[in-house]
């Protein structure tokens, strides 16, 4: 004979009631959503600039100044969607920190986004991040917490977050899914807007890099949402490991050793990175990125980041095929943030030389590619 089950506690009914609505949570959590919306409505879209290349080329390419944003680079709209995904989903409280795992620029954005909206910030960083980005995270209000190690970032990030009861945010995880990819005006939207009455309005291609993949992946599943023939290439520095983890549909892939190309490229395949959007991939050399941040500077008048340069150098080859199929036709690609907060590194010979970067072939390279149109 089986024994009758214990009861364990008080006996409960069937109907429960718990409420956890808090009106006071409720009305800073609508003030923050406000802030984080307001400084989109207040702030212009980004431009979008023609580099100039020989007409008779029949290629016209443009850049989009994604380092005009309020905090200078195309992180501030990742952020951005990063705390509206974070605050409407209940994760980020009133007096607990804001935590993220960053090689910079993200963490400048994320700083200030934390600051409009009343929370501490804590950047989980490796050490050999850029000073000036330091010093634009602190400007903003946030503190850093170094590690020797890149790979080290996640677990700090997280244990710490765990330690203040703070929230992780965790950009290489949700970096794809808290964007709107479908419109919103995001970034794919505004560029297509923007190219509207260009002589090519559909890109043949649009070239980006990743760090966390959201921007390709947003790129990538817009152009298929809206029914266009765009090809989506993104560009992978050395040390990445996105470009042997597409190639050979391996998310396992690690290197050793990080990217010296801050911003993108990662020791893993970050959950972010999308693998089956992706329509093509290039690994650029340092050197090859470096040497495009110069060219573009004669072309423009302008300093960018090496990262910009990565993208740059696979858009140049990009026109270089077409050139020589005779296909005439637009690529765009993306300014990701300045050359100013790289002083001491990408625009240093010392730094160079310190690395073993030798940019000299690379440059020979890009002045026979404006004179020929052929980037061997």
């Not at 602190?138 to 997280?158: L, M, P, Q, R």
């Not at 419109?183 to 923007?194: D, L, M, T, V």
């Not at 559909?202 to 993949?213: F, R, Y």
């Not at 100013?340 to 625009?347: G, N, P, Q, T």
Request: hydrophobic share 40%.
């Amino acid at each position: 004979m089986t024994a009758p089950a214990k009861q364990v506690g008080p006996l409960v009914s069937d109907e429960e009631d718990i409420n956890r609505y808090d009106p006071e949570y409720r009305r800073w959590l609508t003030d923050a959503v406000r802030k984080v919306q307001a400084d989109a409505n207040r702030s212009s879209d980004t431009h979008l600039f023609q580099v100039p290349l020989p007409l008779a080329w029949g290629v016209d390419l443009y850049l989009k100044d994604e380092s005009s944003h309020p905090t200078g680079s195309l992180k501030h709209r990742l952020a951005r969607s990063l705390f509206l995904h974070a605050l409407c989903n209940g994760w980020i409280r009133p007096g607990r920190p804001v935590i993220e795992a960053s090689s910079g620029s993200t963490a400048v954005s994320e700083a200030y986004f934390a600051s409009l909206i009343g929370v501490p910030f804590i950047a989980v960083m490796a050490r050999s991040t850029s000073a000036q980005k330091v010093d634009l995270i602190k400007f903003h209000g946030g503190t850093c917490h170094f590690v020797d190690n890149a790979n080290e970032v996640y677990d700090v990030a997280s244990g710490l977050a765990e330690k203040t009861g703070g929230h992780y945010m965790d950009q290489f995880t949700y970096a794809e899914r808290a964007t709107d990819w479908r419109g919103n005006n995001n970034i794919a939207e505004s560029i297509f807007e923007q190219m509207s009455m260009e002589q090519h309005p559909e890109p043949t291609w649009i070239v980006a890099t990743a760090g966390t993949g959201g921007t390709s992946a947003t790129l990538a599943r817009y152009v298929r949402y809206t029914g266009r023939e765009t090809g989506i290439c993104v560009a992978d520095p050395e040390n990445s490991a996105f470009f042997p983890g597409w190639r050979d549909h391996d998310g396992t892939v690690t290197t050793q050793v990080g990217s010296r190309i801050e911003g993108i490229g990662r020791q893993r395949v970050e959950a972010s990175f999308i693998v089956s959007s992706i329509d093509r991939m290039m690994r650029v050399p340092d050197a090859a990125a470096i040497a495009s941040i110069l060219l573009l500077e004669q072309l423009l008048g302008r300093r960018t980041g090496a990262s910009t340069g990565t993208s740059l150098w696979a858009a140049l080859r990009l026109v270089s095929e077409m050139v020589a199929a005779g296909k005439r036709g637009s690529i765009v690609s993306l300014i990701c943030d300045p050359g100013e907060r790289y002083l001491d590194k990408y625009y240093s010979d010392n730094w160079l030389a310190e690395n073993g970067i030798d940019i000299t072939p690379y440059r020979q390279r890009l002045e026979d590619f404006m004179r020929t149109g052929k980037l061997s």
